[in-house]
C-alpha cells in the first residue's frame, strides 16, 4: 500500500504560480512511479505530468509542456508539480498517483495507477 497525500492547491490569479506536493508513505520511495493528474467539473481525469522511479525521466501533457515542472525529493519522499504561467483552464481538483515500478517507467494512464492521493483544488481567476 502507498499513502499520498497532495497539498499546495488554492485560489491564484492568471498567471501566477502554484507548487503541488504529494507526500507519499509506506513504500520505499525510490521504488515508486508517479504522476499528476487533474479534473476539471464534468469532465474525465486527465494526464498532467508523470515521473519515473529514480527522476531520471519526465513527460508532459501537452497542455502544460514548457510551463509545468514536476520533480521528487527523495529525501522527503515528496513528489512536487512546480505550475507557472496559470491560466483559467488549469482549473481543477489535482491529484497526485503512485504505482510500485521494477524498472525506470514512465506511466501516463489512470489505469496505470493503482494508489491516488485525495486530491487538492486549484483555481485560476482570470
Known amino acids: 500500500q502507498v499513502q499520498l497525500v497532495e497539498s499546495g492547491g488554492g485560489l491564484v490569479q492568471a498567471g501566477g504560480s502554484l507548487r503541488l506536493a504529494c507526500a507519499a508513505s509506506?513504500?520505499?520511495?525510490?521504488?515508486?512511479?508517479m504522476g499528476w493528474f487533474r479534473q476539471a467539473p464534468g469532465k474525465e481525469r486527465v494526464f498532467v505530468a508523470a515521473?519515473?522511479?529514480?527522476?531520471?525521466?519526465?513527460r508532459y501533457a501537452d497542455s502544460v509542456r514548457s510551463r509545468f515542472t514536476i520533480s521528487r525529493d527523495a529525501a522527503r519522499n515528496t513528489v512536487y508539480l512546480q505550475m507557472n504561467s496559470l491560466d483559467p483552464e488549469d482549473t481543477a481538483v489535482y491529484y497526485c498517483?503512485?504505482?510500485?515500478?521494477?524498472?525506470?517507467?514512465?506511466?501516463?494512464?489512470?489505469?496505470?495507477?493503482?494508489?491516488w492521493g485525495q486530491g487538492t483544488q486549484v483555481v485560476v481567476s482570470s
Open positions: 509506506g513504500r520505499t520511495f525510490s521504488s515508486i512511479a
Open positions: 498517483a503512485a504505482r510500485s515500478a521494477t524498472i525506470d517507467v514512465i506511466i501516463t494512464s489512470t489505469s496505470g495507477y493503482p494508489y
Open positions: 515521473i519515473s522511479k529514480s527522476g531520471g525521466s519526465a
